[in-house]
């Protein structure tokens, strides 16, 4: 249940009325009767009284207010044995309110109560000693965690092969991939039988059939009684492992309830209308300056089967070799269906700088109906550059009109129609 409740003794997590707000530049308030006076209102667990803010919890803008709000007012509470997903864009609080949670930092004003010990995995690096070896860092999280030697003795060779990193188990691991990272860290979190397990968005380092071994190890994590927090922006991840979730915005909650609903909730607040995307500033890189997306119906509308034309216009005042143009057709839960590209070394462009309109026909799209956008890649070839990266442009909706059948067609029913043919034949 996501509704404030009377405390329970069910109830793994609590979160009362929680805000975090953290100043710009200059921490002291600059007189010394100011700053005791800040710190009195602290410990009565009052607000900062000199904090003057604006109107919106507003990251990216310059200037302004001395202060920002990353939480404000946040309440819910989580029952043990549930799977919560918290969704929001960049800078919407998430990651501060695992913090909180974590006790990585402590909240400005209102209260956390939390029944059982916590493994966070937050951040690539979080509790890890880079001169250690990974086998020296599994027993350390388990001491932290306030396990016995005899304990992590246990479970350590299912730690080591779940993670994939037997070879360098002994290594310090500083010397690891961002990946190895990731995976001993999950692989310690989630096998040291926490009460309640904090997954942030670092899953999206590992590879694909990591990401798998992961969610489902999650699920039986909360099979077995045990409560799991969720942070993701895949949300294929989010809807397939959790039932419940809460979606934050600019640092307060403005949904909880289903996942469904929230996710919904959620895609609502990022439609945008045009079918055309233009760059806000003039190239000083290679940049994409204007992307198209032409329907075969007007307004957006696609129809399952036609001809889809996608127009890129590129720009680069010097010249540019090995350049790579790449784009995803991405579904309205933010999965990515389709990835298309074209590189140099196939057809040359921008070998001699300038402007160049680039245009990718798809003769026969077979997407199933739905809600879809585009996310684009310019860069040198793998390994090298990224240029310029945009996503959520360009959106389209592809319909199943003239396609009849017995049955009429069904929203989520799938992503993709291949083309086929039966051939059926009596055997006796």
């Known amino acids: ?87 929001g864009r960049n800078g919407a609080g998430k990651s501060t309110l695992l913090k909180i949670l974590s006790r990585v930092t402590s909240p400005t004003s209102g209260a956390i109560r939390v029944r059982g010990r916590i493994a966070s995995l937050l951040e690539i690096g979080t509790g890890f000693h880079p001169e250690l070896s990974g086998r020296e860092n599994i027993f350390l999280n388990g001491a932290i965690l306030g ?37 001993l860290a999950f692989a310690v979190a989630a096998h ?35 409560t799991v927090l969720f942070v993701s922006h895949n949300l294929q991840a989010i809807t397939t492992l959790t039932h419940t979730a809460i979606l934050l915005s600019q640092g307060r909650l403005v949904a909880s309830g289903p996942t469904s609903a929230v996710v919904t909730r ?13 760059a806000n500033s003039a190239p000083d890189s290679p940049k994409v300056t204007r992307v ?21 216009r590129v720009n680069s ?12 057709i991405v579904s309205s839960r933010q999965c990515p269906i389709v990835h ?45 550059r990224m240029f310029d990266s945009v996503d959520n442009i360009c959106p389209f909706e592809v319909v199943m009109h003239n396609h009849s059948r017995e049955f009429s067609w069904q929203p989520e029913t799938c992503a993709y129609l291949e083309c086929y043919d039966w051939n059926i034949s009596k055997v006796i």
């Open 147 to 183: 396990m016995r030697k005899a304990e992590i003795d246990r479970k350590l060779d299912e730690i080591i092969d779940f993670s994939g990193c037997e070879r360098y188990i002994d290594t310090p691991v500083k010397r690891y991939s961002s990946g190895m990272y990731v995976r």
């Open 317 to 328: 005042a010097e010249p540019v070799r090995g350049l790579c143009l790449s784009f995803q």
């Open 192 to 226: 040291l039988e926490p009460d309640i397990l904090i997954i942030d968005e670092v899953l999206s380092v590992g590879d694909a059939e990591f990401q798998r071994k992961c969610l489902g190890k999650m699920g039986e994590v909360s099979r077995d009684g045990r």
């Open 1 to 87: 249940m996501l509704s404030r409740s009377l405390y329970m003794p069910d109830t793994a997590i609590d979160v009362d009325s929680v805000s975090k707000l953290y100043r710009l530049g200059e921490v002291s308030t600059g007189t010394l009767s100011h700053d005791l006076n800040r710190w009195w209102h602290k410990i009565l667990n009052k607000p900062d009284p000199y904090a003057k803010l604006g109107e919106s919890n507003d990251r990216t803008r310059g200037g302004g207010s001395d202060y920002v709000w990353a939480l404000k007012d946040i309440s819910f509470d989580v029952r043990r044995g549930d799977i919560l997903g918290i969704i």
């Open 340 to 384: 298309i590209w074209t590189f140099d070394s196939e057809r040359p462009v921008m070998r001699d700088g300038g402007e160049y309109e680039m245009t990718c026909v798809i003769p026969n799209l077979r997407l199933y109906m739905g809600s879809y956008t585009l996310k684009y890649f310019l860069s040198e070839p793998p390994g090298g």
């Open 292 to 312: 198209e997306v032409e329907t075969s119906e007007p307004n957006n509308i696609h129809v399952f089967g036609k001809q889809l034309k996608v127009r890129f």
């Open 266 to 278: 959620y895609l609502d607040g990022l439609k945008v209308d045009s079918p055309i995307y233009n």
